[in-house]
Nanobody, 123 residues
């Protein structure tokens, strides 16, 4: 069965960087689009970034130019490099898998989730 395990979260100062990792189990990752979502206290879960099965990427406007999503199909891993972090980036970050083989980047199509990793950015 599908399992996603996030790591790499922590506490950083504004302007700093973090690199999140997602280990994927139970499916052939090269066939699926992958994504990162986040949820801040008191807010709904929001889309952050996606990487389609053919490596095309997309980003939320709030992180465009600061965050970079990438994947390593051979290692079954997805990454999120976060630079120029702001206090508003503080949230639990979740790795997610698209429901469909060779699917796109529609946020509602990502139905499998990890447990999340906490990112806290201090001012």
């Amino acid at each position: 069965q599908v399992q996603l395990v996030e790591s790499g979260g922590g506490l950083v100062q504004a302007g700093g960087s973090l690199r999140l990792s997602c280990s994927a189990f139970g499916f052939t990752m090269r066939m699926y689009s992958m994504a990162w979502f986040r949820q801040a206290p008191g807010k709904d879960r929001e889309f952050v970034a996606a990487i389609v099965w053919n490596d095309v990427t997309s980003y939320a406007d709030s992180v465009k130019g600061r965050f970079t999503i990438s994947r390593d199909n051979g290692r079954n891993m997805v990454y999120l490099q976060m630079n120029s972090l702001k206090p508003g980036d503080t949230a639990v970050y979740y790795c997610a898998k698209n429901d469909y083989r060779y699917g796109g980047d529609i946020p509602t199509d990502f139905g499998s989730w990890g447990q999340g990793t906490q990112v806290t950015v201090s001012s």
